[in-house]
């Protein structure tokens, strides 16, 4: 029975091929056929569409993400070409115009932070002309470096928002304003930081530094430079007063290793490019505008609110001490290697004959132990410290400071003048009316 059906279904299978007469008379073609043209329609769309689309991708233009317009913030985050505004150049050249016939024309790196809005006051207090560059990063608080930008702005310097690493940025300025100096103060800041996140020190104060003197070493005439290194250098080394002649191979610290490859960086791009070069190694900066993560500055916050505060002993019990610097002193400092630095010898990249290249100390030559600086405090603040003594921990922090500045009073006629009481005093002051303090019978 079965196999008669399969032999009934392949005979009626074959008339399907035959093509039958209708009643008009016309031969009307088998089923397949009528398959055959719908499947060759299928195909003949399909690749007209193949077609077409192959052709739209070709054609069309490649994606670009939105372009950036500013006015006065063009930054390069890595997502966009940037475009630079005419009154952002406008006020590149305005801030970059010196008050003085004799006044310098100076791009001040890491503006908005706490040395370099103090050096780029006091240059533009002077008669010389400034412009910054800050890219605002949130290590430590966002509202206090806009703060200070707006203390800079009230005195006419313009702060450009941007990175060090943004080369197209760098280019920018350096075609809008014939620098004669860079005060290259931005950096990475914080020895314990580095540990959370050791990347950001790589990228600013190695990666950035390079990308501001590839800039720098090409630009005609090229620019003076004179950079922000630190005490930190000295790491391990016991011996002191630490001397710009001592070893400097033992860091304690990521921080401390970036800015020493700072240092030798610096000496390369010196050697082969002839770009002058002074390093200033700043020894514990202190007073008003300061940073939120020095000791001095959240010791007063955490007496004023009656928290316990951390005080780090060495082995031993040993004593811990800083050679706290005031700001004012660091400033003249720093203007002081304005001053005195020769012109670079390169042109376009290459050296025309030997550059100046040095190194100095700026502190204040008189370590105070830590235990002192919150005697002090208690004094001003005239409350009571929660202290809890620990062991040094291994963060990357070192035992003692200690500045010998034989050096920079010789050749910079660098002389400090601020001790510590009287610096703390001055902060303390500052601190209560920034933050609004609620001590109304502090000691100032």
Known sequence: MGSQANQLKSILS????????TAAGKVKPPPYIHRLRLQSRLTLWSFLFLFILLLFLFLSPPYCPPLKTHSDSPINSGSGPTIFGSGWEKRVRASAKPGTNSGFSVLVTGAAGFVGSQVSLALKRRGDGVVGLDNYNAYYSVGLKRARKGLLERSGVF?????????????????????????????????????????????????????????????????????????????????????????????ASLYAATKKAGEGIAHVYNHIHGLSITGLRFFTVYGPWGRPDMAYYFFTKDILKGKEIKIFEGESHGTVARDFTYIDDVVK???????????????????????????????????????????ILEKLLKVKAKKKLLPLPRNGDVPFTHANISLSQKELGYKP?????????????????????????VAL
Request: with cysteine; proline share 4%.
């Open 14 to 21: 074959q008339f399907d091929t035959i093509s039958t007469i």
């Open 159 to 251: 702060i450009v928002e941007g990175d060090l690493n943004d080369v197209v940025l760098l280019r920018k300025l350096f075609d809008s304003v014939a620098f004669t100096h860079i005060m290259h103060l931005a950096a990475q800041a914080g020895v314990r930081y580095a540990m959370l996140n050791p990347k950001s020190y790589i990228s600013s104060n190695v990666g950035g530094f390079v990308s501001l003197l590839e800039v720098a070493k090409e630009a005609d005439p090229q620019p003076i430079i004179v950079w922000a290194s630190s005490s930190s250098v000295y790491g391990l080394n016991s011996k002191v007063p630490f001397s710009e002649k001592d070893r400097t191979d033992q860091p």
């Open 333 to 375: 400092g720093c203007l002081a290697a304005v001053d005195t630095a020769e012109k670079s010898t390169g042109s376009g990249g290459r050296k025309r004959g030997a550059a100046q290249y040095r190194i100095y100390n700026l502190g204040n030559t008189s370590p105070v132990p830590v235990g002192k600086l919150v005697s």
């Open 417 to 441: 003048t601020t001790d510590l009481e009287t610096g703390l005093k001055k902060f303390v002051k500052w601190y209560m009316g920034y933050h609004g303090g609620k001590k109304k019978s």
